[in-house]
């Protein structure tokens, strides 16, 4: 029994030509033949290899034999095979303005592309590309697609601000800077400057123009303001109750009062000096009323201009003008009256007409140029036609005085004649 136990356990001889196909198989390789209903080889079989497709072999010797149950390969070198080169991408080590991510240029890799800043990718066809894009080696030894480009980095223009003006530095190219800045009377919200970023975006928010203005201001205690405005150079007036004192004040470019409100009594009546009398002890008071010197100032029309030789005061007059092309309505000039008022008490604006207004003055000026020049014309002809002589055939024939032409009519009838009626 334990001999046949022994027998058991001895392992048997491999039978001969019991190579496994399996044992040939390689990523890289392909039997030359189907194989796949032959599940083993004899021995002394000689199988050939080839490359798959994308793949050439690393030597010349190709064969593998069938060993009893393994296989030997002709050369003590390991049979194998390398992917087909595809070469450079556009046959340089680099690309213009960028270089490759990796330089594995056979099948079948992936080779990837960084471009230099101020520079973004493009396919061959100038698409922009994000950073993953690639192109691949194929297994005909050829790229899958050109080679991209890395091109400048080009900004938007930008926008213009309204009542301001942008400016911009090297073009609009990468690292470029774009400069704002407002016309008068106005004050930039937003960065003075912007920068062309790696995106072509141009850094920071967009700024604007505001314009300046004044805070309104209040009523100081015992007195009242009057506001006619709150832009540059607009003018406000105090006034105190008590004594009738009154103050302007300008607004500045700079967004405040030129000057401070007053600060008004807050009696009503001014005492005045006592007058002793032999007859009272009783100190007198009386009221002093200040008459007003000037009229509140005023400000030019919007798309206008106002002109003043004597400033605002009692008696002096304004005049207003506007600009061309636009059309005054209201008083062209206005005076200012005893007590601080304006007479009229309205102050004109300035509009720009309509354009069927425009489009009517134009015609009606075509017309009358055209009736003038007719007119002439007409005039230059007749002129002409007076001077010009006679036509050959035409003469004129001039009768030799009669015997009746010096007589009158009287003369005649008492003479018992017909008158004769005679024509040129």
């Given at each position: 029994l334990h001999v046949l136990w022994a027998l058991l356990l001895v392992p048997l001889p491999p039978c001969a030509g019991d190579c496994d196909p399996d044992q040939l198989s390689d990523d890289n390789l392909k039997h030359t033949k189907d194989y796949t209903t032959q599940k083993s080889?004899?021995?002394?079989?000689?199988?050939?290899?080839?490359?798959?497709?994308?793949?050439?072999?690393?030597?010349?010797?190709?064969?593998?034999?069938?060993?009893?149950?393994?296989?030997?390969?002709?050369?003590?070198?390991?049979?194998?095979c390398h992917g087909v080169g595809c070469g450079a991408p556009g046959g340089k080590d680099s690309i213009d303005h960028g270089t490759f991510r990796s330089y594995l240029f056979t099948f079948p890799n992936k080779v990837e592309f960084d471009c230099e800043r101020g520079y973004r990718l493009h396919s061959h066809d100038?698409?922009?590309?994000?950073?993953?894009?690639?192109?691949?080696?194929?297994s005909n030894g050829e790229w899958s697609e050109p080679p991209p480009k890395c091109l400048a980095v080009v900004c938007p223009q930008p926008k213009a601000v309204s009542h301001g003006r942008v400016e911009t530095s090297a073009g609009l190219k990468y690292r470029a800077v774009a400069h704002y800045e407002c016309d008068g009377g106005h004050r930039l919200v937003g960065p003075s400057s912007r920068e062309c970023q790696e995106n072509a975006t141009w850094s920071g928010a967009e700024p604007v123009c505001e314009e300046v203005k004044c805070s309104t201001p209040a009523n100081p205690p015992y007195g009242h303001v009057v506001v006619t405005g709150t832009s540059i150079d607009d003018v406000i007036i105090y006034k105190c109750f008590a004594d009738g004192f009154t103050m302007s004040s300008r607004c500045l470019p700079q967004g405040v009062w030129s000057r401070d409100p007053p600060k008004c009594r807050p009696d009503k009546q001014q005492p005045a000096p006592a007058t002793p009398t032999s007859t009272s002890t009783t100190p007198k008071t009386t009221t002093t009323t200040v008459a007003p010197t000037h009229c509140?100032?005023?400000?030019?029309?919007?798309?206008?201009?106002?002109?003043?030789?004597?400033?605002?005061?009692?008696?002096?007059?304004?005049?207003?003008?506007?600009?061309?092309?636009?059309?005054?309505?209201?008083?062209?000039?206005?005076?200012?009256?005893?007590?601080?008022?304006?007479?009229?008490?309205?102050?004109?604006?300035?509009?720009?007409?309509?354009?069927?207004?425009?489009?009517?003055?134009?015609?009606?000026?075509?017309?009358?140029?055209?009736?003038?020049?007719?007119?002439?014309?007409?005039?230059i002809l007749k002129r002409r036609r007076r001077k010009s002589p006679p036509a050959q055939g035409y003469r004129r024939q001039i009768r030799k005085p009669g015997p009746y032409d010096a007589c009158t009519r009287d003369e005649v009838t008492r003479l018992g004649k017909p008158f004769p009626v005679t024509s040129l």
């Open positions: 080889f004899p021995n002394g079989t000689v199988h050939a290899y080839r490359c798959q497709n994308g793949y050439q072999p690393a030597n010349e010797r190709r064969n593998a034999t069938c060993r009893g149950t393994v296989w030997e390969l002709d050369t003590a070198r390991p049979l194998g100038n698409q922009l590309v994000d950073s993953a894009y690639g192109i691949y080696c194929q509140i100032p005023l400000s030019g029309p919007t798309n206008g201009k106002l002109f003043s030789a004597e400033g605002f005061g009692v008696n002096s007059s304004v005049i207003f003008i506007c600009n061309e092309g636009y059309v005054m309505r209201g008083p062209s000039n206005v005076t200012c009256r005893p007590g601080g008022v304006w007479d009229p008490p309205v102050a004109p604006t300035c509009f720009a007409p309509p354009p069927w207004l425009i489009i009517l003055s134009v015609c009606l000026a075509g017309l009358a140029t055209l009736v003038l020049c007719c007119l002439g014309l007409f005039y």
